[in-house]
T-cell receptor, first 114, second 109 residues
Framework: DADVTQTPRNRITKTGKRIMLECSQTKGHDRMYWYRQDPGLGLRLIYYSFDVKDINKGEISDGYSVSRQAQAKFSLSLESAIPNQTALYFC?????????????FGEGSRLTVL | GQNIDQPTEMTATEGAIVQINCTYQTSGFNGLFWYQQHAGEAPTFLSYNVLDGLEEKGRFSSFLSRSKGYSYLLLKELQMKDSASYLCAVMDSNYQLIWGAGTKLIIKP
């Protein structure tokens, strides 16, 4: 089983719908992240959380919200999806932010907004 | 602004050596990462450099020159399974990762 699990893996939805992407991890890491990946662009950070009570906006947080329900769970919501939110979304965890800060990624959630 | 540049695509032959370059301009520097990403899969960590010089790990090596804002990933004895995208990322002064768009490496027999 994967250490970082994302659900759903694929979702097609319509403009204006609310969508939630869920992420759970068994690595025991405090830090969790949501990224989106678009063709020809680098990974872009949406939100990150360093512990259950800590939520921070990333580079492209507009149109998104997050919830850190527990150390192991971090969900991403699109309140009213729009077509330019069509992308591959990755959840990631890390043990620490300084030093090496290696990221461990989930398998990705491919979202299509029609 | 902050910027990471790497070639979009490279082609190499099985058994050969390939060098993937990465240049960066960031607000501060707290380390450079290389990740491998196979098509449709998650990125996986390859290497981390924070000091100048070469770090070797099996068939893969990574080099850093902080004064030049430059790194490369060297892959030796290429195998077909090395066909993937290679992502360069720099940790800036706020410990945020800035990512390049990735280099797609195509290995031919």
């Amino acid at each position: 089983d994967a250490d970082v699990t994302q659900t759903p893996r694929n979702r097609i939805t319509k403009t204006g719908k609310r969508i939630m992407l869920e992420c759970s991890q068994t690595k025991g890491h405090d830090r969790m992240y949501w990224y989106r990946q678009d063709p020809g662009l680098g990974l872009r950070l949406i939100y990150y959380s360093f512990d259950v009570k800590d939520i921070n906006k990333g580079e492209i947080s507009d149109g998104y919200s997050v919830s850190r329900q527990a150390q192991a769970k971090f969900s991403l919501s699109l309140e009213s999806a729009i077509p330019n939110q069509t992308a591959l979304y990755f959840c990631a965890t890390s043990d620490r932010g300084g030093d090496t800060g290696e990221l461990f990624f989930g398998e990705g959630s491919r979202l299509t907004v029609l | 602004g902050q910027n990471i540049d790497q070639p979009t695509e490279m082609t190499a032959t099985e058994g050969a050596i390939v060098q993937i370059n990465c240049t960066y301009q960031t607000s501060g520097f707290n380390g450079l990462f290389w990740y491998q990403q196979h098509a449709g899969e998650a990125p996986t960590f390859l290497s981390y450099n924070v000091l100048d010089g070469l770090e070797e790990k099996g068939r893969f090596s990574s080099f850093l020159s902080r004064s030049k804002g430059y790194s490369y990933l060297l892959l030796k004895e290429l195998q077909m399974k090395d066909s993937a995208s290679y992502l360069c990322a720099v940790m800036d002064s706020n410990y945020q990762l800035i990512w390049g768009a990735g280099t797609k490496l195509i290995i031919k027999p």
